[in-house]
Every structure is written in C-alpha cells, then in structure tokens.
C-alpha cells in the first residue's frame, strides 16, 4: 500500500543513511517564502488526484497546463525586455537596437514624472528626468520613441498606472500617424491601480475614480481596440516589496476579481471584456514554489471566473501573463552572479508557462543597464529557447509528484488569503485597512532577519563574500537629459494651438465630473499636444490625490 | 537621569516609491531601541530637513533607489548648513553607484549601505557613531 511504502522507506532507508552520514543538512527545508517542503514526494501525498479536474489539457479548463492547446510548440514566449532611459531619441536607439537583436515585443519604461502624472518641468521633477526610465510629456515624445517601428507589427506593452490611459491614447495616436488603425494595434498598459496602493506606491488619484478611469478603458478597449489588454493585474510589484509567493498569487488574482466585478458592475457583459484582462508575475529564486505558483494561477483564475463570474467564453477564464525575473533578488556584490540568478528564474517561468518574458540585467542593483548587460539579459532567453530543449514539449514537469503537490498547496494557501479578504469587503476594503500592506511588509521583515541571520543563504552577500567586486561599467544618465527635455517641451507648448488645447481640457474636465468614458476626451487632448501633466492636474482637480495612511 | 534615546528620521524623498528597505530599516532601528520617525514617500528636501528640525533628531537615513541620489543628498545638506543644524548626521541607502557614494561621503554623508547590507551593521553604525544629545 502507498502509505506503508513511503513510511517504510523513510524509517528503513532515509533514517539510517541519515544518522551515518550527519543527519540533514538543515533542521527544516523551506522554499524562499519559508513554506516547509518535504524530503520526498510520491503518489500518497496527492490525495484524490484526479486528472481531469486539477490538470486536464493545455487550452482546456482549468488551464493548468497551459492557456494555449500549442504552446511553444506553435510560437515562443515574447521576449518582451523592458527599456527606457534619457530623452525620446536614446530609447528609440535602444528599442532599435533589441529588435535588431530578437527582441520579440516592445516594453517601455517611464521616468518617475511621467509615472505620476507630472511633466519634466515640474519643481518635483528637478533631478528625476530620465534617470529611471523614459522622460514622456507630450505625444511629440512618443513619436520620437516609435520613430521607425511599425504599430502593426510590434506589440508594445507600457508600464504606466496613473496616467495609464493618457499613454494608451498616445500610443493609439502615434499609430494612426504611422497610417495604423486602433484596431489593428496591440499591447498592453500595466494599469493597475491596486496593486500601486499595495506595493509599487506610484498613485495619483484616489480608488474610485481610479477604478472609473480603469473600467473606462476596458470599456473602450473592448469596443474600439481590440487587439489591447487594457491591464495588467500585478503580483510582480507585490513580491519585490517583500511578500512571500503564496501571498503574491493571492493579492494578484483578488485585484483581479475586484476588477472585474468592477467591469460588471459597470454593466459590461463579463465575457465582453474578461478576455482581454492579462496578468504580470515575478520570476524569484526557488524554481519550484514559482513554478507551482503560475500554474496554480491559471487553475485558481479559471475556477473563479467560472464560479464567481458566471463566465462562459473560455477565453475568459484564460489567465495569460508576464513574467519579470526578480530585481530584488539580484545581488550589489560580485554582479555577474546575477547572470545565473535569471537564468534559473527565466527557467522557472518558461516551464511554468509564461506568455511573455523580461530577464533582469546583471548590472540593476547599481543603474539601469548598459546594451551589453541588456543583451546578456536577452541572450539568455534565447539560449533557453533554443539550447536548454525545455520549450519543445508542453507542461513537461506536470505529473511530478512534488510539482503537483506544490501546486495544490500554493492553490490551497492562496484561497485562504483570498477569502480572508473576501470576508473584509473586498480588496479595496482590505487596502484602506491596510491588509496587504501590512502582510507584505511583515514578511519583508521576516526575510530580512532570516538573511541576516544566515538562515538563507544569499551567495556573495552573506555566505562566500568576497572583499572587492568586479567593477563594472555602469550606465550614466546625462544631467543635460533634463534641459534638453524641458526645451523640447516649451518648443511643443510654443507650436501647438492652445486654444484647442483649453478647449479639450475643459471638456475633459466637465467630463470627469460626470460619468462618460473619459478615453475619447483623453486622445483628443493627447492629439492636441495636451501633456501628461496638463491632463493629470486636470484630473487631480476634479478627482483629488491619494493620501497613504504612513506606518512600518 | 534618564537618558535621552538617539533619535533617527528615515526619509523617502522624491518621486521614489519604493519603502521595502526604509520600512525595514525603520522597524530594526526601532527594535533595537532608538527612536525612531518616518516620513512616509514624496518627500522634498524642505520637507526632509522641516521634519527633522521639528523632531529634533540626531541623525537623517535617506533612502533612495530612483537615481536622484546626487540632487537629493545635496540639498539636504545644504538646507541643513542654511538653517544652521549641520550638526545632525545623514547617512543613506539605495541604487547608489559606488563613485556615487564616494562622492556623497565627501560631501558629508556619514555612510551609505548598499543593497545586501546586514541589517547589524546598521544597527551597529549607529551605536557607534551617533552620540546622544
């Protein structure tokens, strides 16, 4: 019988090798988030296992092994690196350059005024233009960006939340210049206003004209651009603030439920606008709890969409994500470790079934990267792709008793959380309580002692430290970045018709007071050379600022 | 007589949103008995040097990760010389490349823990660095 089978082997086998070889190496073995894993794994800790039910096919309810019948047997992953630095012109370099080296898909990266909604020549701005990410004030910008990429062929996807619909609006007026129609575009705009009160903090307005703002473009992307996913529900964020893996899968798909109660709510057809609804999650160190936790995602996702939602298009209850591997875990001390961090990261989210991939480069813990280190970052990808084998064959780690079992436990943990939170009103409740928040920065701590405890191990930080590292070039930002842009700006503000620009402004404004999509106004103004921060202060006035309630 | 407890403020200055290692260094200076106040995000300068006058601190921790590091530290020190308190000390962490922290020390930055540092060796700085008033 499989009970006495594992039983005898471990008090005849597993036991006595042990006490002759000095017991095991460590008094408990967890995954990095601490969850206690076993020595062993077989068809008794499976329970009643039932194949149809927890895996069944790829592109088959529930999707465990996959969202697409083919998978990467029919197409890759998207090697979907994330970029942006300086002014317009040195990330259109950049982007051309990826493409020019496999790059499958765009990803940009905002500078932080951009990101809240202000412009390059605002006071908060002094010193932040172009040091994090792309400076964007104007459609003029964006052009530049996009100069000499055709829409209709790349997919862009925009990591931008606050103003996420101004930048959707930009990208859709960049592409009818190229002579590409809003339907024939396709990308994503991260957009998650949740998971920027829980974890990445780059907020403008409060949660509910957030949400309105939000369900505003799925409204509009579901009528007008269809080829779009008008968000990405984040766990990425939530996980480098600190969270733990179980708790990272279970904020992300509770967002995701309060999103799409919200699009019902608004009286959209659930199967009207589901199916574009795209995911974003974190690749970190322990192969297994990661693998275990995408594929735990997909089952989770479609069981509530089903359940909760009455859906019924099976595209709806199909999670499709990103995956970023970890910046957090990579390592300040002897940098090109870090090469091998997101090779074994990269790893885990092509086995897990990801759509789309950004690898990390060696050099983040000290700026952002330079074209070698965003190339090794990039090579990487592709050598898995096509030396490692593991895209050739669908799923293959399904069916192992230690991944099936993890993945039930991940499911298991993660419904816990997601029901706690149900029972406090839901995930907006939960945030104004400070419920996530306080979980993540409890485990960020936990972490944090156990590191510098040496109860895990961070290799070149806390075990195997060497005195003096590799120095490395590191990218620089030119503080001329910031005059250029400014100029640029006042050059575009000169040129434009102001009037018109008012005039859309004010549109906008008597409009957000009320209830119509706000979209429409957006692109209008957007197309006027209306900025960033002309348009968000002209939200800001009629929707507030968030406040957060400031602990640790 | 009672003593009065070393007192820190941990700041986050500018558009940087990211308060995972504030937060924990914060809460370890906290445990470890210092007194301890946080700004909370989206700090100016101004802001950064008015809490600290106002809170009579010893010592101002600034975490940064955006790459502002070289305007921000900067005019927090110069605030500080303006308003006639260089006596409290400032130290920092973040994404800071090393020649920045070189450069930031000799401008008077006490210290800067990069990402990896054992939360110890803060503790530890502080003990051994910054008298009690």
Partial sequence: ?552 | MSERRVRILVAKPGLDGHDRGAKIVARVLRDAGFEVIYTGLHQTPEMIVESALQEDVDIIGISILSGAHMTVFPEVIRLLNAKGVDHIKLFGGGIIPPDDVNKLKKLGVMEVFLPGTNTDHIVEFVNKKIKKK
């Fill in chain 1, 1 to 552: 019988m499989k009970d006495k089978g594992k039983k005898v082997w471990e008090e005849k086998c597993f036991k006595p090798q042990l006490e002759k070889s000095g017991g095991e190496r460590r008094n408990r073995f967890s995954t990095i988030s601490d969850l206690e894993i076993p020595a062993l794994s077989d068809p008794s800790d499976l329970g009643s296992w039932d194949f149809e039910e927890k895996l069944n096919y790829p592109g088959q309810y529930p999707f465990t092994r996959g969202v697409y019948p083919s998978m990467y047997r029919g197409r890759l992953w998207t090697m979907r690196q994330f970029s942006g630095f300086g002014t317009p012109k040195d990330t259109n370099k950049r982007y051309h350059y990826l493409l020019s080296q496999g790059t499958t898909g765009l990803s940009v990266a905002f500078h932080l005024p951009t990101i809240y909604g202000r412009d390059s020549d605002h006071p908060l701005s002094r010193g932040e233009v172009g040091v994090c990410g792309v400076a964007v004030d104007t459609l003029k910008d964006m052009e530049t960006i996009f100069s000499g990429i055709p829409l209709d062929k790349v997919t862009t996807s925009m990591t931008i939340n606050g103003p996420a619909s101004v930048l959707l609006a930009m990208y859709i007026a960049v592409a009818q210049k190229q002579g590409v129609s809003k339907k024939q575009i396709g990308g994503t705009i991260q957009n998650d206003i949740l998971k920027e009160y829980i974890a990445q903090k780059s907020w403008i307005f409060p949660p509910e004209p957030s949400m309105r703002l939000i369900v505003d473009t799925f409204e509009y992307c579901a009528n007008e651009v269809p080829r779009w996913n008008p968000i990405s529900i984040s766990g990425y964020h939530i996980r480098e603030a600190g969270s733990t893996a179980v708790q990272e899968l279970a904020f992300t798909l509770r967002d995701g439920m309060e999103y799409v109660k919200a699009g019902i709510e608004r009286g959209l057809p659930v199967d009207k606008f589901a199916p574009r609804l795209s995911f974003f999650f974190n690749a970190h160190n322990d192969f297994f709890e990661e693998l275990a936790k995408y594929r735990a995602a997909r089952r989770i996702w479609a069981k509530a969409m089903k359940e909760r939602f009455g859906a019924k298009n099976p595209e709806s209850m199909r999670l499709r994500f990103h995956t970023q591997t970890a910046g957090c875990s990579l390592t300040a001390q002897q940098p090109y470790n870090n090469v091998a961090r997101v090779t074994i990261q990269a790893l885990a989210a092509v086995m897990g079934g990801t759509q789309s991939l950004h690898t990390n480069s060696l050099d983040e813990t000290y700026a952002l990267p330079t074209e070698e280190s965003a190339t090794i970052a990039l090579r990487t990808q592709q050598i898995i792709a096509e030396e490692s084998g593991v895209a050739n064959t669908i799923d293959p780690l399904g069916g192992s008793y230690f991944v099936e079992w993890l993945t039930d436990k991940m499911e298991a943990e993660a419904w816990k959380y997601i029901e706690t939170i149900d029972k406090m009103g839901g995930m907006i409740e939960a945030i104004k309580a400070g419920f996530p928040q306080r979980e993540i920065a409890d485990a960020a701590y936990r972490y944090q002692k156990q590191v510098d405890k040496e109860d895990k191990i961070i290799v070149g930080v806390n075990k195997y430290v060497m005195a003096q590292s590799n120095a490395i070039k590191l990218l620089r930002i030119d503080p001329e970045v910031e005059k250029e842009q400014v100029k640029n700006l006042n050059k575009v503000k000169k040129a434009r018709d102001n009037s018109a620009v008012k005039k859309y402004l004010s549109r906008l404004s008597n409009a957000a007071s009320g209830e119509a999509n706000l979209v429409p106004l957006i692109l209008e103004a957007v197309k006027a050379y209306a900025s960033v921060g002309e348009i968000c202060d002209t939200l800001r006035q009629v929707f507030g600022e968030y406040k957060e309630v400031v602990g640790f």
